[in-house]
């Protein structure tokens, strides 16, 4: 009794509605009135995020609902909200993986709230930029005219690659117990970019960068509560940034730490061109050196 | 800004947000670190009653002895043994980054610096039932 399913079936099942759900959503107007829940059905088909359910609310139901998104797969960072408890993306959670009858979504906790499901993200920022989130170092001449590469081996980049994958959603944020308390807390997503930047071995900044965050509302607020970790929808683990700032910090006071930092390769570098590879595309940007 | 619009999670961030394990320690850590805190001002308030001569001494003593006193002297060594132990992991991992595993490329299903410190964190927390066990049995034998 084998029956093969041919792809027109599956096509069939894709567009089948499979369960209808509740969206509870927490609406609020702005204007500092207390917010209220709304309750609004959406038919659900296999696939469904809950960013294409909200999507669906505003087509067809209720076209007041607001929220932020852009990409729709986890990439800018915008639909962050808190989805039955827990802060997620909105386009990172499918609907029927919730398997639940009422799915309750509320904006990010610990960010001002403008409307609805969308938070001002301003703090975040604000927080990111204060730990220099770019590479410092004194050959600025080099830096803004490139010549030359900067020597890293591919260890090198792996010890800081995970925590470049860093989308500034601002869950890790939301989920921080210290946060909720402690407003000014510098916080795990500026944490885990410090620690970027002080593993990075083209960052010559590692000094003044152990300072930064060296006070009561910076890193040593963090207890290692691993909220942030747990809900970070990128595997950034910002918690591990925290601790490690912590511990470079100490190295660097207690020991006397010292980064060692690259410099550019070598202007020739020796080694023979292999026979049969193409030439690269012709260069798009001049060169001002 | 009206509450609403601050929209702060508050005292209730400590402990919400269907969080795992660490965030449970967290939450411990500090609530016993309060009670820790309260207990050395009483301490002082009792102890300091020595000043008062050899009779308001004995008098305190008296106050604070019995069955009760001795259940919230126990009590106290479990919050105690809490704090200390998970401390323990706190010191490990925050000032000497051990346990925690080295950055690498983040691959779905994430293995995070949590799963690595997880083994010291039941480990630790083995230790201190062993330790609360054995400290019960030496109250039990010595009313
Ligand atoms: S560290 Fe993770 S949770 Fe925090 S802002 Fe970056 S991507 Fe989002
Ligand atoms: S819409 Fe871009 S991350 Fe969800």
Redesign the pocket.
């Given at each position: 009794m084998s029956r093969t399913r041919s792809l027109s079936d599956i096509d069939i099942q894709m567009d089948k509605v499979i369960r209808e759900v509740t969206f509870r959503i927490l609406r609020y107007n702005g204007t500092g009135e207390p917010p209220t829940e709304r309750d609004y059905t959406v038919p659900v088909k296999r696939g469904m995020t809950v960013l294409d359910g909200l999507l669906y609310i505003k087509e067809n139901l209720d076209g007041s609902v607001s929220f932020r998104y852009s990409c729709r797969m986890g990439v800018c960072?915008s639909c962050g909200m808190i989805i039955n408890g827990k802060p997620a993306l909105a386009c990172q959670t499918q609907i029927l993986d919730l398997d639940r009858d009422v799915i309750t979504l509320r904006p990010m906790d610990n960010y001002p709230n403008i409307k609805d499901l969308v938070p001002d993200l301003t703090n975040l920022f604000e927080k990111h930029r204060r730990i220099k989130p770019y590479i410092i170092r004194p050959d600025r001449q080099e830096l803004d005219h490139p010549t030359r590469e900067y020597a890293q081996s591919p260890e090198e980049l792996e010890a800081f690659l995970q925590f470049t994958?860093?989308?500034?959603?601002?869950?890790?944020?939301s989920a921080c117990p210290t946060v909720a308390t402690d407003p000014q807390f510098i916080g795990?997503?500026a944490l885990?970019q410090l620690a970027r930047y002080m593993i990075d071995n083209r960052d010559a900044n590692f000094d003044e960068r152990c300072d930064l965050v060296d006070d009561v509302h910076g890193v040593w607020r963090c207890h290692f509560a691993g909220a942030?970790t747990e809900?970070?929808?990128?595997g950034?683990d910002?918690a591990l940034g925290a601790q490690l700032v912590k511990h470079y910090i100490l190295k660097h006071h207690w020991f006397g730490m010292k980064k060692k930092v690259t410099q550019l390769i070598p202007e020739t570098v020796s080694g023979t061109r292999r026979e049969g590879i193409p030439e690269p595309p012709p260069r798009t940007v001049e060169s001002t050196t | 800004m009206g509450r609403f619009r601050e929209n702060r999670a508050g005292f209730g961030g400590w402990f919400g947000g269907r969080l795992g394990l660490e965030k449970w320690a967290y939450f411990f850590q500090r609530i016993t670190g309060l009670l820790i805190y309260l207990y050395l001002l009483l301490h002082i308030v009792v102890t300091g009653s020595r000043a008062f001569g050899p009779d308001a001494w004995e008098r305190t003593m008296q106050a604070v002895s019995g069955p009760v006193f001795r259940f919230l002297e126990y009590l106290l060594i479990v919050v105690i043994t809490f704090h200390a132990f998970n401390g323990i992991r706190l010191i490990v991992t925050e000032f000497f980054g051990w346990a925690l595993g080295r950055p690498h490329r983040p691959v779905y299903p994430y293995r995070t610096s949590l799963h690595h410190q997880r083994p010291l964190f039941y480990t630790l927390m083995v230790l201190a039932f062993v330790f609360l066990i054995i400290t019960a049995w030496g109250f039990l034998a010595n009313p």
């Open positions: 960072g994958y860093c989308i500034k959603c601002g869950l890790c944020l795990p997503q885990g942030c809900v970070c929808p990128k950034v910002p | -």
